[in-house]
């Protein structure tokens, strides 16, 4: 694992203590910029309608609180992409909404599918 993975592990990390009305505070450099590239926000789209896209493109102002997603926020974050997708089942914490992943976006990075052993599951 490499110094920047270990960066962006650690804000993945942090990113799961975030919680409904703080106040964030980030430092400057790498690992505060893989913090942010985790969130995401809603924007609009040209037509108007609401999309969610990953990072952030206005930050917000020092001690603007956070605020819990609501129900249709999470609609246009777990709404099936209009790019060529693979339904992959349904969120853990939420099983009324499928998780799918954007295949191009897949191929472009590296990464592992990971399992259980089991029948047929053996290192060859």
Do not use: C, W
Not at 94 to 108: F, K, N, Q, W, Y
Not at 118 to 123: E, H, K, L, V
Request: glycine share 10%.
């Amino acid at each position: 694992m490499t110094p920047d993975d270990m960066k962006r592990e650690a804000a993945r990390a942090a990113l799961t203590h975030v919680e409904s009305g703080m106040r964030l505070g980030l430092g400057h450099g790498t690992t505060a910029k893989h913090f942010v590239d985790l969130l995401g926000e809603i924007v609009p789209t040209a037509e108007g309608r609401p999309q969610f896209s990953r990072g952030v493109t206005h930050y917000p102002v020092a001690g603007t609180p956070v605020r819990a997603a609501t129900d249709a926020d999470l609609t246009v974050v777990y709404t099936r992409p209009s790019a060529t997708n693979v339904s992959i089942g349904t969120l853990y914490h939420d099983p009324r909404r499928s998780a799918s992943i954007v295949v191009d976006e897949l191929l472009a990075k590296n990464f592992a599918v990971l399992g259980p052993p089991g029948p047929g599951n053996r290192a060859q």
